[in-house]
């Protein structure tokens, strides 16, 4: 019998936990995709960049909380982006654009979630390299401890 697929679920982010898990960045801020995700954000009016700056914490505040619900359709919050090493997508759209948040939740740091990787969703064939990004990402964290001090 084979193991079963992953689902958002199985995420610290949907198990909730007081106090809060710690978000480490390891996100490359240089990245192409972080880059154009940035300037995107920088060029809103200022009240539309309130806005989604406070609805993407919103989204990382309920993540970290363990207060996000899987519910299995387009609209999941959270989702499984690769099973192995394992890396999560958090899900938002703001203003016609998908966001996506990649992050790790290794089993050294029971108390932390790794933020990887960010973008602006295009299409499907589009995200394959971010995921691939982001899970390069975990590999390099967890050779140099994850970053924590």
Known sequence: ??????????????????PPLVWQDLVDTAHPSVVEFTDWLSSLQPFARDFVTG?????????????????GDEKTPIKPAHPNPEVYELRSTQLSKKLRFYHGEP????????????HIK????????????ATSKYVQGAKTNWGVV
Request: include cysteine.
């Open 1 to 18: 019998m084979g193991k079963r697929a992953r689902a958002g679920s199985d995420s610290r982010c949907c198990s909730e936990t007081s």
């Open 107 to 118: 089993n050294q740091l029971p108390s932390f979630l790794v933020a990887l990787h960010m």
């Open 122 to 133: 295009t299409t499907t064939a589009a995200q394959r390299p971010e995921i691939a990004h």
């Open 55 to 71: 609805q993407i914490a919103g989204l990382m505040d309920e993540a970290s909380s363990g207060r996000l619900e899987d519910t």
